[in-house]
């Protein structure tokens, strides 16, 4: 059975770096695209970036451009956010989520439980 572990949240100041990872395991074959969203309190679900892993382009946010990077360890089944520059206004749970075929022959999204990240002073 596939799942998700996102690790790497937790309570940072304004200003301050986070770097966030994911690893998914049980039964891939493959991953097609992997990405991370984010909710915050009283709001919906919103993507954060994205990465089709066939040629590594990554897509982002206008909220993340210039400050958030995707990226994945090649080989492994894991993707990362890094996180500069970090706002109150980032303050969210952050949840990886991967589009993949499993050994099975099925396609499709998975969902990690997510991973708090606080940003205050």
């Known amino acids: 059975q596939v799942q998700l572990v996102e690790s790497g949240g937790g309570l940072v100041q304004p200003g301050g770096s986070l770097r966030l990872s994911c690893a998914a395991s049980?039964?891939?074959?493959?991953?097609?695209?992997m990405g991370w969203y984010r909710q915050a309190p009283g709001k919906q679900r919103e993507l954060v970036a994205t990465l089709i892993t066939r040629d590594d382009i990554a897509n982002y946010a206008d909220s993340a451009k210039g400050r958030f990077t995707i990226s994945r360890d090649h080989g492994k089944n894991t993707v990362h956010l890094q996180m500069n520059s970090l706002k109150p206004e980032d303050t969210a749970v952050y949840y990886c989520?991967?589009?993949?075929?499993?050994?099975?022959?099925?396609?499709?999204?998975?969902w990690g439980k997510g991973t708090l990240v606080t940003v205050s002073s």
């Open positions: 989520s991967m589009t993949l075929w499993t050994v099975t022959g099925s396609q499709m999204d998975y």
């Open positions: 049980g039964g891939i074959f493959s991953i097609y695209n």
